[in-house]
């Protein structure tokens, strides 16, 4: 955590949808947000795009975009 803390992981699965599957991912029930690893992402033939106001996630062979998110805050 921020403060240096621990938290324990309650259980290990995947995530999948109609474009993402991703394994494994870990459960942490006292996070207050979802996290992904960027590294996880890559290995799984995903790249991540920042720019200064958006990431954007796409499938690196067919360039679908899966995901995009605005930048939240400085």
Do not use: W
């Not at 995903?46 to 605005?70: A, E, N, T």
């Amino acid at each position: 955590t921020a403060n240096g803390s621990s938290m324990l992981v309650h259980s290990i699965g995947s995530i999948s949808s109609f474009h993402l599957s991703i394994s494994p991912v870990f459960y942490v029930p006292h996070l207050s947000l979802s996290l992904i690893s960027i590294s996880q992402l890559s290995d799984s033939s995903f790249d991540v795009v920042f720019s200064s106001s958006h990431c954007v996630v796409q499938d690196r062979v067919s360039k679908r975009q899966i995901g995009i998110r605005r930048r939240v805050g400085e």
